[in-house]
């Protein structure tokens, strides 16, 4: 059913691995984000969570290089005692902190600089943002999304599929306890792939008098942030953004344990998951605002 729309998706869809690590801790923590390149000019977007996400992890990072100067004229009797005002100046002490001390991110097969510099456009109101990049080198991406053109056609009912890279497999990073850093090893010795989750439509999500979003009938998995809603065709319908959680009511009646003849109502009431989507026409409006180039189907 959506064979070609992932097809289709494979030309532009992809990762941005990141490897992270938390204050006093070895461990290397790793991710994926999703980003959406929308013409060939090194142009993606994603959800305005995820690109804030990136920026955190940039300022977490200087802020670490920042304490180590600090540490490094830490020195005699007083070096304990200081140590202590330092990590209490910059965030690293207490029973629940476990702040992000070192971080690198890496595109995939996006450009030949493995992560050129970049700048990003935020959306005031909606989980969107547009990232910019520059001084790629070649570009590695095989083609643009395309978004719908006639939206009306997201109605209720309508076939759709998330994708996004849910479960990153890559290994080659590596902590050098010695240097104190985090450094990658050379190409990805695992492929990334993108997980699709098909459903439907179910709901048009207001705000005032225009739609921002769609709702789908399955939610978005974690990874899926950032990420296209497509229909049969491989057209873009909007970017996965949340996954909301519905309640509905059961009342059952069932006999009273004090009294058999006597029956109690008992009312029970399950949730169920669905998925949250930002409608295409909100992305390109945005993206038409800021002069980007884009394209529809």
Known sequence: MFVKALERASGYLRPVHVVYRYYGEKKVNKSA??????????V??????????????????????????????????TKAAGMKRL????????KDIFPVVQASLKLYDCFTEPFPRYRVIHHSQHDLSILIFENYGKRLYKSCA???RD???????????????????????NYDEEKDE????????????????????????????????????????RGQSGG???????????????????????DFKMPDEKNIKETVTIS??????????LHADIIKLFLKANGIKFYTS
């Open 33 to 42: 984000l999703n980003i959406i390149f929308v013409n060939e000019n090194g």
């Open 151 to 173: 939206t009306k056609q997201l109605k209720p009912g309508l076939s759709v599929c998330k994708l996004g890279y849910i479960n990153p497999q890559f290994t080659n990073y």
């Open 87 to 94: 990590e209490t100046k910059y965030g690293y002490k207490g």
């Open 228 to 250: 296209p809603l497509l229909d049969r065709k491989g057209n873009v319908c909007g970017i996965n953004t949340a996954t909301d959680s519905l309640e509905f009511q059961y």
């Open 44 to 77: 993606a977007i994603t959800a305005r969570h995820e690109a804030e996400h990136l920026e955190q992890l940039a300022g977490a990072h200087e802020r670490y290089l920042d304490f180590l100067r600090e540490k490094a004229k830490l020195k005699g009797t």
């Open 182 to 221: 985090i450094e990658w090893t050379g190409y990805p010795d695992r492929a990334p792939v993108f997980y699709p989750v098909e459903g439907i439509i179910t709901r048009n999500l207001i705000l005032g008098y225009y739609t921002y979003a769609l709702e789908t009938s399955t939610p978005g998995l």
């Open 268 to 277: 029970y009431q399950p949730k169920f998951l669905v998925g949250h989507c």
């Open 146 to 148: 395309k978004f719908v």
